[in-house]
């Protein structure tokens, strides 16, 4: 069984500032890891993934993650916040082979990125 | 880019009635899913389909649910008689090649049962 718990309802950065979103995953198998956007009213949208190449993933819009396995982590980052970023963010686990599960991701509760000017 | 669609957007409907959503993923895409969101919560997983068949459903998929690919192309979840508790927005979501580790989601049709 896999599962994400995204530490953080809701957080406000300044608009500039560091954003960090944390994510941590259980899985029984290696996983693949993603971080999905989603703007109000609209679909999800992928910014990135880990799928066991480079443990440090860049994405769109200037995000990165770094897959820490040690940790069971996958925290997304940005080093400046844009007015543009808010947003709910969504992290999810999937297994990486085959069977029936194939591709089923499983999402976390999601975070709540608010911009302050 | 390849792009999944959903039709419609948004399904009113009153409760015990019938809905179908509809979905038109990417042509060569072979792995098919179906995801709701009830407001204010997390994406949760419905069904996965391949192969003409179910491969896996949640606890959420009962009896009431059901998926089919009626022509090749449409991916259509049917939700026989609607309760309040089904309002949510539905997401269709595909698999396949060139990426074969990256889901492409629909844009999601609003489900609102009254």
């Known amino acids: 069984a896999q599962s994400v718990t995204q530490l953080g309802s809701h957080v406000s950065v300044s608009e500039g500032a560091l954003v960090l979103l944390r994510c941590n995953y259980s899985?029984?198998?290696?996983?693949?890891l993603f971080w999905y956007v989603q703007y109000p009213n609209q679909g999800l949208q992928l910014l990135l993934k880990?799928?066991?190449?480079?443990?440090l993933v860049k994405g769109i819009n200037g995000f990165e993650a770094e897959f820490k396995k040690s940790e069971t982590s996958f925290h997304l980052t940005k080093p400046s916040a844009h007015m543009s970023d808010a947003a709910e963010y969504f992290c999810?686990?999937?297994?990486?082979?085959?069977?029936?599960?194939?591709?089923?991701?499983?999402f976390g509760q999601g975070t709540i990125l608010t911009v302050h000017p | 880019e390849p792009e999944v669609t959903q039709t419609p957007s948004h399904q009113v409907t009153q409760m015990g009635q019938e809905v179908i959503l509809r979905c038109v993923p990417i042509?060569?895409?072979?792995?098919f899913y179906w995801y709701r969101q009830i407001l204010g919560q997390k994406v949760e997983f419905l069904v996965s389909?391949?192969?003409?068949?179910?491969?896996?459903k949640s606890e959420i998929f009962d009896d009431q649910f059901s998926v089919e690919r009626p022509d090749g192309s449409n991916f259509t979840l049917k939700i026989r008689s609607t309760k309040l508790e089904d309002s949510a927005m539905y997401f269709c979501?595909?698999?396949?090649?060139?990426?074969?580790?990256?889901?492409?989601f629909g844009p999601g049709t609003r489900l609102t049962v009254l």
């Open positions: 999810a686990v999937s297994p990486n082979a085959g069977g029936t599960s194939y591709g089923k991701l499983t």
């Open positions: 899985s029984s198998v290696p996983p693949y």
């Open positions: 880990y799928t066991s190449a480079a443990t």
């Open positions: 042509s060569n895409h072979l792995y």
């Open positions: 389909f391949y192969n003409n068949e179910i491969s896996e």
């Open positions: 979501a595909c698999l396949g090649a060139p990426s074969t580790d990256t889901q492409y």
